[in-house]
Structures are given as structure tokens and as C-alpha cells.
């Protein structure tokens, strides 16, 4: 299902009517421009037992409509006038993914929409601690570099706080890269991609894509297409909200990630996760390599030796961003 990790392997697994493992996966905002092509492949991952839709309006008409593709999954779906809905859709997740929260409309940075995300994301937070504790959560609502923080706050203080499970996600940057760099190789390869989720933090490093090479002209050009390949899709949808499919696609393949490594699995992903690795510069969160066991983050890798100087210096540019973003959202719990 997903192009180059065992691509065709994974889709034959995906959509198999095979027994399903046991693993309840909860869509919170689900019902969205994001939520409703998420829950359609989560329905056919097969891995996924339970599929457990939550969003604060429309949702049994989702469930209803996923809940009849054929894999063995079983799928709920509440609203926000269920009585106990949220707790019904958490109780028992192994995985909460978020994409929960308004979009941008052109003219908009992601911090603009910081005002009604964060208090979104910290309600939802504040229920999983609650109800879901252990669970993974896979935060997708924007700014992402200030939502990841605010999450963990909450767990703090819920006192359940675990930084090995909690990850904001930045896959649509490795799609974004990866495609773009395929048009180029002429085949779809992985490129890593460090930093944050909001313009200058999201670093590419195309010095680690083996048999690539750029001009200078080219590097730079490539590394502003995936730092503001968001800001193409909100331009073209001319006000009618931001990425939703390929976010979907991103968003599902990282899920896909977790439940491999939940069962058991040596999974190697890039994440934006609590690290120590800029600890020195004042930083917390940073999105690095990160090796995933059934705990989540298992091991946080450093970045690569290799990486050139130019990807050291947007490394440097991004520092102080990241560290603002995440001070706003640590503050505001
Ligand atoms: P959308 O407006 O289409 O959908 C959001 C959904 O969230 C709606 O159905 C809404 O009812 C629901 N919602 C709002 N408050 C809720 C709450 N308290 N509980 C449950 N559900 C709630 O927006 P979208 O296009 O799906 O985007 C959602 C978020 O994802 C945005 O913040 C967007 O910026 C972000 N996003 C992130 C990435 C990324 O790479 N991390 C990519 C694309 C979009
Ligand atoms: C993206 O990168 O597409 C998302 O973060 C949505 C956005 O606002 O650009």
C-alpha cells in the first residue's frame, strides 16, 4: 500500500481478508478533510481490529460507510452528542491518531491557527490521558511543532507522561520529498527529512539520497518545494483547506509503522518526537530517525556524519523557530 517500504508486499497484507491482529486504532477528527481518507485505508490495513472514528459531528455516517469495506474490522463511530463517546472511541487504543482542528486558507502560516488548534489538542489529549493512557498518540493538527508539546504537557500533567509515545507527525514531508526526488531519479526512493512540520524546520537532506545529484540552483529549489510543499496544496485548493490525501496516505503509512513495530517488528521511521539531541541549544522536540519497538520510540538516532554543510546550516536556521513554536505550546497548558 505504501510506495518503496516492501511496497507490494505491504499492499497485499493491506487489503487481504486475513484474521486481523489485535490492535484498536481511534481517528479523532474523524469525520474531516483528513480523517475520512485516513480511516478508509486504517479500515484496510489489516492489522487494525478495531476501528474507533470520533469527531464532533458526522461520524456514524463515516463509520457506516468504511464499516463496509471488507476487512474483518470492526468499526464504531461517535459524535460529540454521544453521551461517553469519547471515552467509548479510547478506551483500549493502542493508537490515537489527531487530525483534529481547523485548516489553512491561503495567506495563512500553520502558527495562525494556533488560537483554536491548541485548545482542541489539549482537550483531546487531555482525554486520552485520561482514558487511554498507554496508547500511542499520532498528532496530525497544526502547527505541529507546538500541538507535540502541548500534548505532552497535558500527559504531564495527568502524570502519565511517557515521551516515547507520543509523536507529532511529519511523514507528508518524507512523501513530499520522496515524490519530488522521483520525478528526478526517475524512481521513488526514501528521502529523510529532519527538523519540525512548518516551513524552514523541515529539512530535507538530499545528501543522504544515494546517486542523487543536484546543482547548487537545484538543492535550493527542491529544499523550498518540500519546506512550503503545504502552501502549493493550500493555494491550489483556493480556500477550501489543505492537504488531506496525501496526508492521509502519509498519515496511514506512519500508523501502518507503529502497529509493525507493536507487533514485534525492528521499524526504522523519522518522527518529530522529545529528544535530547539539541538539549545543549535549549531544544526538546526535534524530528530525527528514530527506532520503534512495541514501546514506541525505542532508540533516537543522531543525525547523519555525512549530511553536508549547507543541510547543517538550515539545521542551525531552524533552531530558534522549532524553540519558539514549542515554548508557545508548552506554555499555553
Ligand atoms: P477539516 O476541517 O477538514 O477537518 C477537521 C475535523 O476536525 C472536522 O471534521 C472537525 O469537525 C473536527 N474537529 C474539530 N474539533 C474537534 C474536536 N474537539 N474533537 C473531534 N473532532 C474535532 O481539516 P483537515 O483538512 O482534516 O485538517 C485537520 C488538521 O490537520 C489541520 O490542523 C491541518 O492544518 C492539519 N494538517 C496537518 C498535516 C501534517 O503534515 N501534520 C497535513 C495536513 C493537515
Ligand atoms: C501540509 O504540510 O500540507 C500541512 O501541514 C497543511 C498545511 O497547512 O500546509
Known amino acids: 500500500m505504501f510506495a518503496t517500504r516492501n511496497s507490494l508486499k505491504l499492499a497485499a497484507r493491506s487489503f487481504s481478508t486475513a484474521v486481523p491482529l489485535h490492535s484498536k486504532v481511534a481517528v479523532l477528527g474523524a469525520a474531516g478533510g483528513i480523517g475520512q481518507p485516513l480511516s478508509l485505508l486504517l479500515k484496510a490495513n489489516t492489522r487494525i481490529s478495531k476501528l474507533s472514528l470520533y469527531d464532533i459531528q458526522n461520524t456514524p455516517g463515516v463509520a457506516a460507510d468504511v464499516g463496509h469495506i471488507n476487512t474483518l474490522s470492526e468499526v464504531t463511530g461517535y459524535s460529540a452528542k454521544d453521551q461517553d463517546g469519547l471515552k467509548k472511541t479510547l478506551e483500549g487504543a493502542e493508537l490515537v491518531v489527531i487530525p483534529a482542528g481547523v485548516p489553512r486558507k491561503p495567506g495563512m502560516t500553520r502558527d495562525d491557527l494556533f488560537n483554536t488548534n491548541a485548545g482542541i489538542v489539549r482537550d483531546l489529549a487531555q482525554a486520552c490521558a485520561e482514558f487511554c493512557p498507554k496508547a500511542k498518540l499520532l498528532i496530525i493538527s497544526n502547527p505541529v511543532n507546538s500541538t507535540v508539546p502541548i ?53 530535507p537532506l538530499f545528501s543522504q539520497v544515494k546517486g542523487l545529484e543536484l546543482t547548487d540552483a537545484e538543492r ?37 509503522s507503529l502497529l509493525r513495530a507493536g507487533a514485534g517488528e525492528d521499524v526504522l521511521e523519522w518522527a518529530f518526537v522529545r529528544s535530547d539531541l539539541f538539549k545543549k541549544e535549549g531544544l526538546e522536540y526535534f524530528s530525527t530517525y528514530v527506532k520503534l ?41
Open 151 to 203: 500534548a505532552t504537557e497535558v500527559f504531564k500533567k495527568a502524570g502519565v507522561h511517557d515521551p516515547k509515545k507520543i509523536f507529532g507527525v511529519t511523514s507528508l514531508d518524507l512523501v513530499r520529498a520522496s515524490r519530488f526526488i522521483g520525478d528526478k531519479l526517475g524512481k521513488v526512493v526514501d528521502v529523510p527529512v529532519v527538523g519540525g512540520h512548518a516551513g524552514i524546520t523541515i529539512i
Open 220 to 256: 535550493d529549489a527542491l529544499t523550498y518545494r518540500v519546506q512550503f510543499g503545504g502552501d502549493e496544496v493550500v493555494k491550489a485548493k483556493d480556500g477550501l483547506g489543505s492537504a488531506t490525501l496525501s496526508m492521509a496516505y502519509a498519515g496511514a503509512r506512519f500508523a501502518d
Open 293 to 333: 519497538d512495541k514501546d514506541g520510540v525505542k532508540e533516537i538516532l543522531p543525525l547523519p556524519e555525512s549530511i553536508s554543510e549547507y543541510e547543517r546550516e538550515l539545521v542551525q536556521k531552524a533552531i530558534p523557530e522549532l524553540k519558539k513554536s514549542e515554548t508557545k505550546g508548552a506554555s499555553f497548558v
